[in-house]
């Protein structure tokens, strides 16, 4: 009896644990389980926003060739009136604009009171269409800066014999006086005088700025900028050149000794931060700017361009130009010159040409078309957002464009063309004096010269 009685309470403790083990396996298949399904659910949420970012990605790449595109049609645009004389007096700049200015949306917005054609068409446009998710594209116009690498001293330009190089100095030294600017208009000198306009205007509403940047040295801010962008050597006459030279060993960094590419490239420099650059930004560029336009003239180049105009001055300048209700656009220089002679009557003509002259030959000239633009498209998928800043410049090439033939002038000589199709001939000169030819300006393919991804 003791026997059996034993054997059944080992049987029974078998029992107990074989039930144990069995618990525990299911319980490590259950955790197993579990950290499976976590992973599956992560991989797969990891997967479905990698797709997504793929997606929000092409939009955007999309988007860039859309505005490309457009700014393609401008050109095409612009230089088929250049070569038309009489839709050159016809077609003006503001116009043209429209072509790349007005921003896309994808999927199109339709207002309330659009009417039903509109509607349909969008609609069938958003059925047939390839796009999927949301796009937003818009091209802006920044030729209002003046280039920075116009500061640097290319030694396949500069000659240190001779009294002239190009409009370059080999020399740093800035005029410090308030009214420098209205005597020299040279990169350098325009960028000290905004640098510390900017600068003493924030400091008058920032009490903490003031503090960090009361005893600011501009003249070392310019010539560390100089010393980096111009070619080695270049500044070997300057007396200010040992000491960048002696700024950048103390970092270590060795100076590009080449025209800046990126703006990024500025927060290398000694002395340059974060807060001097963005004071900066919207008035100078890296990039080649042909020409500035007045229609995005901002304040503080237009103090620079016409320095006698007092704070009143450049606000009724605003409020002429930028009227919601009848926005002037300035076709060419003679309408600017018309609004500071003969409106307001700030310069003298002479004084006024005087002016503009010294910008041109310093290689800064002014205008009204567009040249250098700034591409922001932004692609949007579910949850992702993908948003590329590409920089655009649209080359120009200036050419002598032959006038066309006078009235009772027969045949085409050689210093006149055959009349265009329904072009209107000029009239026959007094004494038969040769009709002169105009400058022709016509734009070239329009390049991508940075890209950002934000």
Do not use: H
């Amino acid at each position: 009896m003791g026997f059996r009685k034993d054997a059944t309470l080992i049987l029974r403790n078998e029992r107990g644990i074989a039930l144990m083990m069995i618990m525990t396996a299911i319980l490590l298949l259950m955790a197993i389980y579990g950290e499976f399904t976590f992973e599956s659910k992560i991989a797969r949420l990891k997967t479905t926003n990698i797709l997504d970012k793929s997606q929000a990605k092409l939009l955007a790449e999309s988007g860039v060739q859309l505005a490309m595109t457009r700014l393609r049609l401008y050109k095409e645009a612009f230089n088929a009136v250049q070569k038309n004389a009489n839709a050159k007096n016809m077609v003006q700049g503001q116009l043209l604009n429209q072509l790349w200015e007005v921003p896309f949306i994808f999927p199109i917005p339709v207002g309330a009171g659009a009417n039903a054609a509109f509607k349909e068409t969008v609609t069938k446009f958003e059925k047939e269409t390839l796009l999927e998710g949301e796009m937003k594209v818009s091209i802006q116009n920044i030729s209002n800066r003046l280039n920075l690498n116009m500061l640097r001293i290319d030694m396949t330009k500069f000659n240190p014999d001779a009294s002239a190089n190009d409009g370059q100095d080999n020399t740093s030294a800035l005029n410090m006086a308030d009214n420098a600017i209205a005597s020299d208009v040279s990169v350098d000198q325009s960028l000290f005088f905004l640098l510390k306009r900017l600068v003493d205007q924030k400091r008058e509403k920032d009490e903490a700025f003031d503090g960090r940047y009361s005893n600011l040295n501009y003249q070392e801010l310019v010539t560390n900028l100089k010393y980096f962008v111009s070619d080695a050597g270049g500044m070997a006459q300057d007396p200010l050149a040992a000491e960048a030279e002696s700024n950048f060993q103390r970092i270590p960094l060795t100076p590009k000794f080449g025209p800046l590419g990126s703006g990024s490239e500025l927060f290398a420099i000694p002395g340059w931060n974060d807060e001097l650059i963005e004071l900066i930004q919207n008035e100078f560029s890296v990039y080649p700017n042909t020409q500035i336009d007045f229609n995005k003239l901002t304040a503080n180049m237009l103090k620079i361009l016409i320095p006698t105009m007092t704070e009143d001055d450049v606000r009724e300048f605003f409020i002429w130009r930028d009227d919601p209700e009848q926005p002037k656009f300035i076709n060419s220089k003679a309408d600017f010159k018309r609004y500071i002679v003969e409106q307001e009557r700030l310069l003298s003509e002479t004084d006024f040409d005087s002016r503009l002259k010294l910008f041109e030959d310093k290689g800064i000239s002014f205008g009204s078309n567009p040249n250098l633009f700034k591409i922001i498209s932004e692609g949007s998928y579910n949850r992702a957002n993908y948003t590329l800043v590409a920089f655009v410049v649209l080359p120009k090439n200036e050419t002598n464009a032959q006038a066309p033939c006078p009235q009772g002038q027969v045949g085409a000589p050689p210093n006149c063309r055959p009349l265009n199709p329904g072009e209107v001939p000029p009239p026959q000169p007094p004494g038969g004096t040769p009709p002169t030819g105009e400058q022709n300006t016509q734009l070239l393919e329009p390049k991508i010269i940075e890209i950002q991804v934000n």
